[in-house]
């Protein structure tokens, strides 16, 4: 199934959509099944001690996860995530972005399956892996 959606068209949705985390999120690669998303890292993402939080982890694989269904399928913006797994593996380095590079496992006509390693920008190891289930509307 080829891309229903650009980079573009999605950053444009999101904003529509979610106008209020809109910036908070830039989507940097976009290809079948995958896509490469940056978190714009800013205080209101940090826990004591400077490090980002988990709650700010799990929105970027969260997002990743949604980002590729829509481009793959278009914009359904009433998909809905039905199950979650987060794995933190090590700290995020402090007052730099996370990158999220997710790829679809699984696109079917009601679920879709993603994979998603959050780095810190900068770091070679993953600092989290998710596995997400979207739910996906009837089309």
Request: overall charge negative; glycine content about 8%.
């Amino acid at each position: 199934m080829p891309l229903q959606m650009t980079a573009a068209e999605l950053q444009n949705f999101v904003g529509e959509v979610f106008p209020q985390v809109k910036d908070d999120f830039v989507i940097e690669e976009l290809e079948e099944m995958r896509v490469k998303v940056r978190m714009v890292i800013g205080e209101q993402h940090l826990r004591p001690g400077g490090t980002v939080s988990g709650p700010s982890m799990f929105a970027l694989a969260d997002v990743s996860v949604y980002l590729a269904v829509m481009a793959m399928i278009g914009p359904k913006a009433l998909a809905v995530t039905t199950n979650s797994s987060l794995d933190f593996m090590r700290k995020p380095a402090a007052g730099v972005d996370l990158i999220a590079e997710c790829r679809l496992l699984k696109l079917g006509k009601v679920l879709a399956v993603g994979d998603v390693l959050l780095f810190s920008e900068g770091m070679a190891a993953p600092v989290a892996r998710a596995a997400m289930t979207y739910s996906i509307p009837p089309r």
